[in-house]
């Protein structure tokens, strides 16, 4: 059971809009804490895609934006291309003293 | 460009340590603001954070492992280590070495190693 909720899956047809929900509690994200999102291909370690709820590190297209309110954080997807095709994970801090993911969303490119 | 590479044995028996080593390559692991972390994967499951540590030496553990987990660094060889102590199956996994920025991520990471429990 992870802190952080994620959907199990979402999917979408290709140049679609997707979004993935990441929710929290007061103990987390609720509590300020910033949210950052990872993309994990098959077979590979995950890739930092969006940190500090809503930035983008050097690299990653503008395709990917992130977003916080509350107790939940959101990460959408543009232009959706089979490449996305991936796991994606959320993380913050929470105040358990610990680092904490959500339990990831996959996502499938119909 | 930093690299990471874990390093270890791939199959420990129940209630013995588990041991890896993380190298890190690119640049020197005292340079700049960072921390160290390690995470770990169970086969199709989601990520779990283990701990991390500063190239002082401060180190901060996920409160469900602390009991069992030692991180330690080794500055002039330019890496850092796990210890699991009293491993069980539960503790199989991929673990993955990563530069941890504190408040906004982890930038680089290993390939991961696998580490299976069994006798």
């Known amino acids: 059971q992870s802190v952080l909720t994620q959907p199990p899956s979402v999917s979408g047809a290709p140049g679609q809009r997707v979004t993935i929900s990441c929710t929290g509690s007061?103990?987390?994200?609720?509590?300020?804490?910033?949210v950052h999102w990872y993309q994990q291909l098959p077979g590979t370690a995950p890739k930092l895609l969006i940190y500090?709820?809503?930035n983008r590190p050097s690299g990653v297209p503008d395709r990917f934006s992130g977003s916080k309110s509350g107790t939940s954080a959101s990460l959408a997807i543009t232009g959706l291309q089979a490449e996305d095709e991936a796991d994606y994970y959320c993380?913050?801090?929470?105040?358990?003293?610990?680092?904490?993911f959500g339990g990831g969303t996959k996502l499938t490119v119909l | 460009q930093v690299q990471l590479q874990e390093s270890g044995p791939g199959l420990v028996k129940p209630s013995q340590t588990l041991s890896l080593t993380c190298t890190v390559s690119?640049?020197?692991?005292?340079?700049?603001?960072?921390?160290w972390s390690w995470i770990r994967q169970p086969a199709g499951k989601g990520l779990e954070w283990i701990g991390r540590i500063y190239t002082s030496g401060s180190t901060n553990y996920n409160p469900s492992l602390k009991s069992r987990v030692t991180i330690s660094v080794d500055t002039s060889k330019n890496q850092f280590s796990l210890k699991l102590s009293s491993v069980t199956a539960a503790d199989t996994a991929v673990y993955y070495c990563?530069?941890?920025?504190?408040?906004?991520?982890?930038?680089?990471w290993g390939q991961g190693t696998l580490v299976t429990v069994s006798s």
């Open positions: 007061s103990s987390n994200i609720g509590a300020g804490y910033d």
């Open positions: 993380q913050s801090y929470d105040s358990s003293l610990s680092e904490v």
């Open positions: 500090g709820n809503s």
């Open positions: 990563a530069r941890d920025l504190l408040t906004t991520g982890f930038d680089y």
């Open positions: 690119g640049g020197s692991i005292s340079s700049g603001s960072y921390y």
